[in-house]
């Protein structure tokens, strides 16, 4: 099983998450997938893209980091055209928080081969439409963590993970603006 563990934010890394890419046998479906000028380039971005993902997971484990990719099964959705997007960036839909892992938005499709590597009372799991836990607009800072969240969001759920970040002893701060607007902010006030 994956260990979670978000408490210090500069703590050497132990654990790293890394998605991957589309593979361009996937468009065969596709009008696009016969149009040799789109498909050439994208074929170069696709490999090329697996090549950077194949050299951070070699940065990262001759530093001493274990690395998890996920894989979309394109068997699973069939067709590019029923998935959002493949599973490239975990953090855009992940967030680790204390020894939980936060899975609650939409979109993240071919990240279950990772997710099963979790122990269940480690993992939270939630489609709610408008909110978003991940460390794409969620900033933890040592006890402090600062959240973006959506205007139209219902506020209720805001308040039931607040109040969980704040009885494990996190400072919570919400923002309407963009996360690292404000911290950027904040720290540019405490340094001046």
Known sequence: MIPIKGYATFDPLKHCWLGSGFKTEWFHDLDIYKNDQIMDPFKRIAEETEEDYQTLGKIL??????????????????????????????????????????????????????LTQIERKNLEICKITNVVISTANI????????????????????????KAWEQEGFRVHISKRGTIQMVVSVWSNRVA
Do not use: M
């Not at 029923?82 to 204390?98: L, Q, T, Y």
């Not at 402090?144 to 993970?161: G, M, P």
């Open 139 to 162: 900033c933890r800072v040592g006890k402090d963590i600062w959240w973006d969240i959506n205007k139209s969001l219902d506020i209720s759920y805001v308040e039931k993970y607040k």
């Open 61 to 114: 484990k001759d530093a001493g980091v274990q690395t998890h990719r996920s894989f979309l099964d394109i068997d699973k959705v069939k067709s590019i055209k029923n998935i959002f997007r493949p599973p490239v960036n975990p953090r855009d839909h992940f967030a680790v928080i204390g020894e939980k892992l936060y899975a609650v938005s939409g979109g993240s499709e071919g990240y279950s081969d990772v």
